[in-house]
Structures are given as structure tokens and as C-alpha cells.
């Protein structure tokens, strides 16, 4: 359970873009020479605006910053955007664009899901959460509450490695640029450049000043051990899924997770009741919002299954819940990008934080616990059962779409 885990890491949950917003641009305004961001969806408007204008600022006094967001979730960066990005000097990119076909090509499935942040190599934010206001959802509109999401904020070893996989992407992307634009001595030059600057930046040890406000210091753990997992389709194909799957194996007593799209595959599904089933108490918070037709359908004979083998699941139902959060005993907890679907499981880019800190799990534990007390509405196999038998049978046409979608890619689930 403890693979690839290093100690000395300073770790905050932050808790919605309410939390993580302020945190962002504090570290922003103190960047001296790189700040570099990924996100999956980033809508320039209401509070997300202060991370636009942060990056802003930092380019305009000399830092170098770069931005990629994904073509499915950010189609485009907005015009006047584009322009203030340009005068400031801010560089950007576009992970992916789908051309005129989009997503009839099954190769274009694989998308850039990770939400991260790194400035000076010495502070990071790695999390669930897009750039976009917590009242904003580019499906459901405007939200009478706060999205439920969660972030972490980083300093320690584990920076340095962020940093180091997201400029192998970022001077990726300029390779490829430029090979589109048959300009191939500027791509062998970007790929240089990327081997040069991945030994620019050595990790630091992290230092009580270089992240969280001072109003914050009870969300805060020094010392933690920690480590980065990712998800891509080379090297890190199933690191996230297996660190589950090893700290469910390893459970005791507990394990509660909260994921917006859970729709586990077969392993992640006999973990789970292979640990009821060995006196383990399980409990889950999923998305109870319908966003679409897939997403709210294909989960629900997967929850029925569960259900039936007594795992407890409860739906959040005050609002739209987009966390990928989990702990296991107080021993281990996880926060990232990471759907327990089989779009994130196999084919996205994604990236967890995961950590042994019986601190920070317990406070992790705090907050889903909270949550399922007060906001989770429980399911039950007899309510799923006593539907319309049109609701029923959308249930089964989602989850067999969604296997057909597999097969196309060449998965099996």
C-alpha cells in the first residue's frame, strides 16, 4: 500500500473553488519564474475569473506561464481572452482539437482530464476541480449550491515529478505544433528545449510559507509521505486503479469513497464486496444529478450489484458532486482527477494524490463523513427495482453502449 510513497510533503485539502481559487492566485502572485497549468474545463467568467487574471499579472512582470486545457472540455479560449494572453505574454495551448470528425474517432476519447497546477516547482494543486465557478455547470447550469469537489494543495518531492510530466506534455504539444506547420527544425527544437528545462527545476523542501494562508492552518499536515500516481496510455496505464485496489485489499475496518461517475469495472467491483464481505464497512457518494444520459444510466446495474452485496451507497443530492476522493482506515486517502469509470480508468490523462498521513486521511474522513450524514440520500435495491420498467431498460441500453464504446477502443472492462 505504501509503493512509491516519500516523506516530507506539506498537504491541504481545499474544498471547492471557493478554497481552491484564493489558494491559486496566492501562489501565482508569488511565482518568480514558472507557473504552468493544466485543467480539463476552464470558463472564464464569475470566480474563475481571479485565476485568469492571476496568470495575467504573473506573465506581465516577467514569469513564464503556460496554460493547456483540453479541446472537449474548453473548445476555445475567448477572444478577448486570446488577446489579453497575448499582450501579457501568457502561452497556451489546446490539448487535442478534434477536427472536424470530433469524437466519431475513438482515438479522440483520449483526453486530457488532470487538473494541475505547479509554480516554481515548489508548490503544487493537483484535484477534481476545473477552472470554473462552483456555482457554474456546463451541463446543469446555474447551481442553487456549490458543486462538491476537492483539491490538494502540495509542497515537497512530489512537485518536482508534476512538474517534470507536465513539461513532457507541454513541450510535446509545441512538437507537434510544429510538425503540423512542417516546420521540423522548430520541433526538434522544442523537444530539446523540454530535455533542458526538466533540469532546470530541482525539488525543494517544502517550507511553512510556500502555500497555504495563515487562516488555514488547521486543514494543514507537515511530514506527510506522499506520492503522484498518473493515468496515460504509455507508461501509467493502471497505477491509479491498482493503488485502489491494493488499499481496499489491505482495508480493515472502513473504506469510503466519493466519485462522481462510479461506474467500477470488475476488479474494482469484487474488491469492494470481497471486503463487506470480510466485515469491512463500505460506503460511497455518488453524482444523484442528471447530467447525461450515460452518466446517469450506465451506473445504476453496477449499484444494484453493490447494493445487493452490501456496500451502502448514497446519492449527493443538494447539488452537482464532481469529487474523486477516497480513504481507507485513516491509513491511506487519494485526491484527484480520477473517475472510477472507464473513461478515466482507461483512457484519459489523469492525476491522484495519495498519501499514508493518518492527519490528513482523518480529516478527509471528516469531511465524507460529514456529507454522507447530511447530504447523501441513500439508495436501495428495492427503489431501483420498483421504477418504471422504461427507466429499467435505459439503465441496461446505457451500460450496453457504454461496453460497445469499450470494445471500440479495444478494452475490456
Known amino acids: ?60 512582470r516577467g514569469v513564464e506561464v503556460r496554460l493547456v486545457v483540453d479541446a472537449v472540455g474548453t473548445p476555445e479560449v475567448p477572444t478577448e481572452w486570446q488577446r489579453r494572453f497575448a499582450a501579457a505574454g501568457v502561452r497556451w495551448r489546446i490539448y487535442a482539437p478534434l477536427g472536424r470528425l470530433g469524437l466519431l474517432i475513438p482515438s479522440r476519447w483520449r483526453r486530457l482530464h488532470r487538473k494541475l497546477c505547479v509554480v516554481d516547482g515548489v508548490v503544487g494543486f493537483c484535484g477534481g476541480i476545473n477552472l470554473i465557478d462552483d456555482r457554474d455547470d456546463v451541463v446543469l447550469g446555474r447551481l442553487a449550491e456549490p458543486r462538491l469537489d476537492y483539491a490538494v494543495e502540495v509542497s515537497g518531492p512530489l512537485v518536482a515529478e508534476m512538474l517534470a510530466t507536465m513539461e513532457r506534455l507541454w513541450w510535446r504539444l509545441q512538437a507537434v505544433g510544429r510538425v503540423r506547420e512542417r516546420d521540423f527544425r522548430a520541433a526538434w527544437q522544442a523537444v530539446r528545449a523540454g530535455q533542458r528545462g526538466r533540469r532546470r ?73 470481497d471486503a463487506v464481505a470480510r466485515g469491512v464497512r463500505v460506503r460511497l457518494l455518488v453524482q444523484g444529478k442528471y447530467e447525461r ?82 447530504a447523501g440520500a441513500a439508495l436501495e435495491v428495492a427503489t431501483l427495482q420498483r421504477r418504471p420498467w422504461h427507466e429499467r431498460a435505459r439503465d441496461w441500453v446505457a451500460f450496453a453502449v457504454m461496453r460497445v464504446v469499450l470494445f471500440l477502443t479495444g478494452h475490456r472492462y
Open 293 to 374: 444520459f450515460l452518466q446517469y444510466h450506465a451506473p445504476r446495474p453496477v449499484h444494484a450489484w453493490l447494493l445487493k452485496r452490501g456496500v451502502e451507497i448514497r446519492e449527493y443530492a443538494p447539488s452537482s458532486l464532481h469529487a474523486k476522493v477516497a480513504v481507507v482506515d485513516e491509513d491511506w486517502a487519494t485526491v484527484g482527477s480520477t473517475n472510477l469509470d472507464p473513461i478515466s480508468l482507461l483512457l484519459a490523462r489523469e492525476a491522484n494524490v495519495v498519501t499514508t498521513d493518518r492527519r490528513f486521511a482523518r480529516h478527509v474522513r471528516e469531511r465524507l463523513v460529514h456529507w454522507l450524514g447530511t
Open 201 to 273: 527545476w530541482r525539488p525543494r523542501s517544502p517550507s511553512r510559507e510556500s502555500g497555504a494562508a495563515a487562516g488555514a492552518a488547521g486543514a494543514v499536515v507537515h511530514g506527510a509521505a506522499a506520492a503522484v500516481l498518473w493515468r496515460d496510455n504509455v507508461r501509467h496505464r493502471h497505477d491509479i486503479e491498482q493503488a485502489y485496489l491494493r488499499a481496499i485489499a489491505a482495508a480493515q475496518r472502513e473504506v469510503i469513497i466519493a466519485n462522481a461517475y462510479f461506474i467500477p469495472g470488475r476488479r474494482l467491483r469484487h474488491a469492494l464486496a
Open 1 to 60: 500500500m505504501n509503493t512509491g510513497l516519500r516523506p516530507g510533503h506539506r498537504l491541504r485539502l481545499l474544498e471547492g473553488g471557493r478554497e481552491l481559487f484564493p489558494a491559486m492566485v496566492a501562489a501565482i502572485d508569488r511565482a518568480r519564474r514558472l507557473v504552468h497549468v493544466e485543467t480539463y474545463i476552464f470558463v472564464f467568467a464569475n470566480a474563475a475569473l481571479a485565476v485568469a487574471e492571476a496568470l495575467e499579472r504573473a506573465a506581465r
